[in-house]
């Protein structure tokens, strides 16, 4: 009965500190094709992507939940008052300096690109589908998947290319994104 308590208190440190130590993965999507594009991304079940119109749309589980708009924003044009030195006298040019980009703890998994090509032209159609199936032969062995479907009939082209991140942990994210932002806090 007297080790109940600190076990009870470290297990529940440990449940709190285990998601910020374990490792996972977001995709990132788009799509474009003749109709529109969209853009987004997805952490486990919940995506979220941007579409055409200024639309946001949550799906969980590959359904639609939820979508809805921004509200127009009205921009108001504002004149801009251009500062010339006197003729003696030369601005101050400052480039500011990059900060070293330490390693990031953010690793590709895989890159996924699908779609439709279609020319109209059976010929042609055919000599781009050959050679996008030299450049999937080439890239077989690396993280890189290319499937295309060819359309030797109508000419119409279609693309989506979804990218896997893995990141080791939000602490080691935090830890290798806080030098960054500190010295471009200090430059401001």
Excluded: N
Aim: hydrophobic content about 45%.
């Amino acid at each position: 009965m007297d080790l109940l308590l600190p076990v009870l208190i470290i297990s529940c440190i440990g449940g709190v500190i285990l998601p910020f130590l374990l490792s996972f993965c977001i995709t990132i999507r788009g799509s474009l094709d003749p109709e529109g594009w969209s853009a987004g991304g997805s952490l486990g079940p919940v995506t979220i992507l941007l579409l055409p119109g200024m639309l946001i749309e949550l799906s969980l589980f590959g359904r639609s939940v939820h979508r809805f708009s921004f509200p127009e924003m009205v921009k108001e044009e504002k004149e801009k008052e251009i500062e010339e030195a006197p003729p003696g006298e030369e601005k101050d040019f400052h480039i500011p300096s990059i900060p070293p980009i330490p390693h990031l703890p953010i690793s590709i998994d895989s890159v996924d690109i699908s779609g439709r090509l279609g020319t109209g032209d059976a010929g042609e159609t055919g000599r781009l589908y050959g050679w996008i199936q030299g450049l999937r032969g080439a890239l077989s062995w690396t993280r890189v998947h290319i499937s295309v479907i060819p359309d030797f009939i109508h000419p119409d082209w279609s693309i989506r290319i979804s990218t896997r991140l893995r990141i080791r942990s939000i602490f080691h994210l935090l830890l290798s994104i806080a030098p960054i932002a500190i010295f471009m806090v200090r430059e401001q």
